[in-house]
């Protein structure tokens, strides 16, 4: 597994993505830098929030719900 695949999956794994979902976005993004890029910037102020616990944070039972809208929204992934 490459770097860009494991930090991915780190991040998905803190925002609570199921192991399923985990893998489609790694297949979707495959070795493209740019997506790679794509994933982590759209996911990082939903980690730091809910990490920081800052207002407006993410309630954990909401946390894999919003970063499937995010990726969703960002990526065009599961329509």
Same mark, same amino acid.
């Given at each position: %597994?490459?770097? &860009?695949? =494991?930090?991915? %999956?780190?991040?998905? =794994? *803190?925002?609570?993505? *199921?192991?399923? &979902?985990? =893998?489609? $976005? /790694? +297949?979707?993004? @495959?070795? +493209?830098? !740019?997506?790679?890029?794509?994933? %982590?910037?759209?996911?990082?102020?939903? /980690?730091? +929030?809910?990490?920081? *616990?800052?207002? @407006?944070?993410? #309630? =954990? +039972?909401?946390?894999?719900? !919003?970063? $499937?809208?995010? /990726?969703? #929204?960002?990526? @065009?992934?599961?329509?």
């Amino acid at each position: %597994m490459s770097d &860009q695949h =494991q930090k991915v %999956m780190t991040r998905l =794994q *803190k925002l609570l993505l *199921k192991p399923n &979902q985990i =893998q489609d $976005v /790694l +297949d979707f993004i @495959g070795t +493209d830098e !740019a997506l790679f890029k794509r994933v %982590m910037l759209a996911t990082a102020a939903t /980690l730091r +929030d809910y990490e920081a *616990k800052n207002f @407006g944070h993410v #309630a =954990q +039972d909401k946390l894999a719900a !919003a970063a $499937v809208t995010i /990726l969703k #929204a960002e990526l @065009g992934l599961w329509k």
